[in-house]
């Protein structure tokens, strides 16, 4: 079963500014340079890193986080991104993580990274320029190294990034697993938390994905689905359909509950599994939600209350049985490490240009919004930009979008600003490049649609007790 989740994981996880970025490397930089080709080290906790330096490298070294799966070194997002990459001549490095625990690995994913930065430049030489780049869980790595990595990197590109943290990514799952068991299984005991094995988290995978499948069945069972998924943040444009019209409630319903199809819950609840046995324990808590409130604040209230209605449903009912029987607690330690080490929202040192789909299903574009709000509260708003592409699914980019996102941030690290980093910019910048296209567009996304903000300063005792 064990073997069967990880594989799951795999699956579901599965004129620019030519003068900055293209070119042979200079002369200085050549001459530092110790070693090319394919290189690979062990660090100190056991973790591995690679390294891939062409030989006509131009100086920059862009060090990269991977997302969340396998602890296995990776230095690119994609193979094709990794190829066109070492042609315009950038050298590439990235770890594994500690391979010996969890595969939430932020305990020590920083910290492995900047040691990688340490053990390639010790081979090739100072480069004259280091980004970092990471994906999804490693976008929020590499949010921490944007915060943490002055005078180690000059500029980070996030892509798909888990930017709002551990802490909110488990809140905001429990109440959509919460809204399943309790609405769905009203008679069934689920266990949703404190998982004592990857066996358990799949099980409770299985349990609520049947519930989801019989439920749709009905009416009452998709008004029912259609909250979850609210509360889940969960986009309504789904993988190789047309986006529905904008009130078309039943066919955004539909398009939600493919996404349960797909096996998202299996992501949901082996990831919940990882995140316990890296932070030692519970990390999220509903006790004392009011879910009324709660879908007030959600872009998909309207689409919620017009499934009720055609169902003949009673939303308040429902609401008010959701708000009484939340009574999970959290670990106060466990909110606490998962506060220290899967939490980026302390400002920023370095320029972060974030890149997001529009829809997608396992890392909410809602997120980017609440990264930039505390961003903006740490006072570092002027080194933060978000760009959006109209997609769907998890970091499903285009070579082209994430090379034209690569050199926008190289032109605010040499200029100071971020004039190449808007959507049409983007969007030109990616076509000129003739590779696979692209769909930049202007957008702001909803607000996340979570209960409490992670804390920074200390622990409420209301959110743990």
């Given at each position: 079963m064990r073997t069967r989740l990880r594989l799951s994981l795999v699956a579901l996880a599965t004129a620019a500014v030519t003068a900055l970025t293209a070119g042979s490397a200079p002369a200085a930089v050549q001459a530092r340079t110790a070693a090319s080709g394919h290189l690979t080290g062990t660090l100190a906790d056991g973790g591995t890193w690679i390294a891939d330096v062409p030989a006509g490298w131009n100086g920059t070294l862009l060090l990269f986080s991977h997302g969340f799966g396998p602890l296995v070194a990776?230095?690119?997002?994609?193979?094709?991104?990794?190829?066109?990459?070492?042609?315009?001549?950038?050298?590439?490095?990235?770890?594994?993580?500690?391979?010996?625990?969890?595969?939430?690995?932020?305990?020590?994913?920083?910290?492995?990274?900047?040691?990688?930065?340490?053990?390639?430049?010790?081979?090739i030489g100072t480069p004259s320029r280091t980004l970092s780049v990471g994906t999804s869980m490693g976008g929020l790595v590499n949010a921490r190294i944007a915060r943490d990595g002055a005078g180690r990197v000059d500029g980070a590109l996030g892509l798909c990034g888990l930017v709002a943290g551990g802490t909110d990514l488990d809140n905001y799952q429990l109440d959509a697993e919460y809204t399943l068991a309790r609405l769905l299984l009203p008679e069934q005991d689920v266990k949703l938390v404190r998982f004592g094995s990857a066996d358990e988290a799949a099980a409770t995978a299985q349990q609520l994905t049947a519930a989801v499948t019989a439920a749709q069945a009905t009416p009452r069972g998709r008004a029912r689905?259609?909250?979850?998924?609210?509360?889940?943040?969960?986009?309504?444009?789904?993988?190789?359909?047309?986006?529905?019209?904008p009130t078309d409630w039943a066919g955004q319903q539909e398009q939600q509950y493919a996404?349960?199809?797909?096996?998202?819950?299996?992501?949901?609840?082996?990831?919940?599994?990882?995140?316990?046995?890296?932070?030692?324990?519970?990390?999220?808590?509903?006790?004392?939600?009011?879910?009324?409130r709660l879908l007030a604040g959600s872009v998909h209230a309207p689409q919620v209350r017009a499934l009720y209605r055609a169902a003949g449903l009673d939303l308040r009912a429902d609401l008010k049985a959701l708000t009484s029987g939340a009574r999970i607690t959290a670990d106060p330690d466990a909110v606490r490490t998962a506060e220290r080490t899967s939490s980026a929202g302390q400002g920023l040192a370095v320029p972060l240009l974030d890149v997001h789909?529009?829809?997608?299903?396992?890392?909410?574009?809602?997120?980017?919004r609440r990264f930039a709000d505390r961003v903006h509260a740490a006072g570092r708003g002027a080194l933060l930009r978000q760009a959006?592409?109209?997609?769907?699914?998890?970091?499903?980019?285009?070579?082209?979008?994430?090379?034209?996102?690569?050199?926008?941030?190289e032109h605010r690290v040499a200029s100071?600003?971020?004039?190449?980093?808007?959507?049409?910019?983007?969007?030109?910048?990616?076509?000129?490049?003739g590779l696979d296209g692209a769909a930049y567009v202007p957008?702001?996304?909803?607000?996340?649609?979570?209960?409490?903000?992670?804390?920074?300063?200390?622990v409420p005792k209301s959110w743990v007790q």
């Open positions: 990776r230095d690119a997002p994609t193979d094709a991104v990794r190829d066109e990459l070492l042609a315009q001549g950038y050298a590439l490095a990235g770890s594994s993580y500690d391979p010996n625990g969890s595969m939430w690995a932020l305990a020590s994913a920083e910290r492995d990274q900047f040691a990688t930065l340490d053990a390639v430049t010790a081979r689905i259609a909250l979850a998924a609210a509360f889940l943040n969960l986009p309504a444009w789904a993988p190789g359909r047309t986006a529905p019209a996404w349960f199809a797909s096996g998202i819950l299996s992501f949901v609840e082996g990831g919940r599994y990882a995140v316990e046995q890296s932070v030692g324990g519970d990390n999220s808590w509903n006790r004392g939600v009011d879910y009324a789909t529009t829809a997608d299903n396992l890392v909410p574009v809602e997120q980017e959006y592409v109209e997609r769907q699914g998890h970091c499903t980019f285009t070579t082209a979008e994430t090379v034209a996102a690569l050199h926008a941030l100071g600003s971020w004039a190449a980093a808007g959507p049409a910019a983007l969007q030109r910048s990616a076509t000129a490049l957008y702001r996304p909803a607000t996340l649609t979570v209960t409490g903000s992670q804390p920074y300063r200390g």
